[in-house]
């Protein structure tokens, strides 16, 4: 298990981003309720002192008719009474929420950051809620809905609020609108966007392939979205099993919503957040547009609570630090040298497990992609093999069959949830498994895998669905995956392509294998919190029998770091035996001090390092003079991965230069850091 030690005090609401899931009264679908899933909406600091406690909030409601008569459904909060610190007014916040939900689920959050000194507004986007129209599915409707709020709050002299200083923050939906309406030319101070990517819609439908939530999304009950004729066409769509509705589908769907080309005309400030996990949209939406974002900007990618993903309580903590500091200095003109540190923040998922999640491992980087970067490319190979040199024999292959009951459609597979005597009986789950070698080092995975495949098909379609998995011991873990469906094949034609898939940051472990499993139902043990029995994308339901070729062209390249620079050539052992004693895998195999991040830092920063053996080990800030200012660890601990916070105002510490000193058997060893007030 990974130990950790926290201190300071996690400020973070969890606001729900997504409703039940149920079928269109019109489809008979029974798709399975779901717990509604749940994103970490900041709460922003407190208005710097001077200040003037807020002693209540108010709060109305009103509409807002818009330019096509459609009327939202509105809520404010503000503080019964202005602050003579703030001659302009209080800041404003504009809360947006996720797809199928509505404003009431905000107003608890949207109080309690009115009583922090901002006054705060959220509404229900079109088709949601108790607001009026039908909803567009995320798209420039209501960017354009979202700028005509912002024309309103901007206009509200009642609250008090400064117009000159806005920001709006939301996740999936409620972070997509914002970044969409920014680039359309909104003007605000900044924007927190959350689960969000400007290819979002090319995400749902990626590599030919139909993600679940994709289906979920538009096919709630009216009493969760109503929707236009458009998007009830795309359900309709997605049953089908016609060609020509596909290429509808792909016509349409990023229509008016991916954005990527409007990128860089936005020029307001942005923190942007993704979920590696994320169920809904790879994350590299956002890391294909860094090049075109030149606005002030940070990124974290890593453990976002929502859509799937796994969550850190060590990440939690990070964050509180991360959006303070931007908020400080953006709202309030507070230098704190944001800009002057590094831009991208991301964590990696790693052994051990924590509750049956991944540990996350914090890093960052001025760069991307990072610095060290090489591609390690893998071959697979018969016997279910997966090595760094191609096969040989250019015919040699295996075979995955695709074994469907003419009568199944995605209806009837809907329905069933993708489980259970009917459906087993007429679909027929087949795969094919390759595993490499044991690692000699950690490997530093960070970015887009990227699927090299050489097939044929006796079907006019094929789906081929690649699960990445670490394999510790008798466990493994799935980390991300590679979809494909080709739908255009041409029957018993030798074909290859190359296709990219969910980008992630994921550290392998010395001692462990990866393992690759090939499958035509894209289901696996680890989905089940959150997609039940129901696979992440579509299966294809036509009948028929693939082959993969293991040649130069049928591979899996990975983006990788080598952590231990000492040891060179082969990244596998070429004997396992000379493995066997380590005991535990997961386990780190060096002593290491990371730098703490942030730094220079306000009032909190993280510290991280692992101890490879039982160690008794302290951790001491000191300061310049070498006077011992705070104990932070002073304990036996097991071999593992830690984390510690340093909480400045704990110690009354004051802004200067310090440094921290670990003692752990006969490792010692000095870093630096600094506070700024």
Known sequence: MKNKIIFGLVLICAVLISGSIKAQDNTSAKIRTKNRDTYNFPKLPMVPSPRMSVTSVIKQDFTITLRDSVVLDCSKFYPDMPNPYLPNGYPGVIMCHGYGDRKETLEGFASAQASYGYCV??????????????????????????????????????????????????????????????CYGMNVKTVISALASPEFASSWIENGSIKMTFLWTIDYTPDTARYSPQVIAMRNWVYSSSPDKWDSLTYWLPKDRNFTNLVPQNTIPILLENAWQDKFFNASGNLNTIPLLTSPKRYYFGAVRGHGGDYSLTEDQWHMNFFNEWFFFWLFNIDNGILTRPKFHYA?????????????????????????????????????????????????NSSLANSVNKNLTMLKAVNEEFTGTTFNNQFKKASLVF??????????????????????SNAAECQFNYQIYEVNGA??????????????????????????????????????????????????????????????????????????????????????????????????????????????????????????????????????????????????????SGKEIAVLVNAQANPGYYSVVLNADSYKMSSGIYFYKITAGNYSEVKKLILIK
């Open 435 to 456: 595993q490499t070698p044991v690692l000699a080092q950690d490997l530093k995975f960070v970015g887009t895998p990227q699927i090299g495949i050489d097939y044929s």
């Open 348 to 396: 990696y998922t790693s052994y051990p497990e924590t509750s049956g999640m991944w540990t996350f491992v914090h890093d960052s980087s001025a760069v991307w992609p990072p610095n060290g970067m090489t591609n390690t490319v893998l071959y697979f190979k018969p016997n279910g093999k997966l090595e760094t040199a191609p096969g040989t024999n250019q015919n040699a």
């Open 121 to 182: 507004y959220t509404y229900s986007m079109r088709g949601q809620g108790n607001s009026g129209g039908l909803s567009n599915l995320i798209s420039t409707t209501e960017a354009q809905d979202l700028m005509e709020v912002v024309n309103y709050v901007k206009k509200d002299s009642q609250s008090g609020i400064d117009s000159s200083n806005v920001l709006i923050m939301g996740g999936s939906q409620g972070g997509i609108i914002p970044y969409m309406a920014l």
């Open 475 to 624: 466990k493994s873990k799935l980390i991300t995956r590679v979809n494909y469906t080709d739908r255009k094949n041409t029957v018993n034609s030798r074909k290859n392509t190359v296709v990219n898939g969910l980008s992630h940051g994921h550290i392998f472990r010395a001692g462990n294998k990866i393992k690759i499993i090939i499958t035509n139902l894209d289901t696996a043990p680890d989905d089940s919190t959150f997609l039940g029995t129901n696979p992440h994308v579509l299966p294809d339901l036509k009948n028929g029998t693939s082959k993969i070729y293991y040649t130069n062209k049928s591979y899996i390249n990975l983006p990788v770091q080598t952590v231990n620079a000492n040891i060179s050539g082969n990244i596998f052992l070429n004997d396992e035996s000379e493995y066997t004693e380590q005991t535990d895998a997961s386990a780190p195999r060096e002593f290491r001090l990371s730098q703490n991040y942030p730094n220079p830092f306000n009032p909190s920063t993280t510290i991280n390092y692992s101890i490879p053996q039982n160690s008794f080990v302290t951790l001491k800030i000191y300061d310049i």
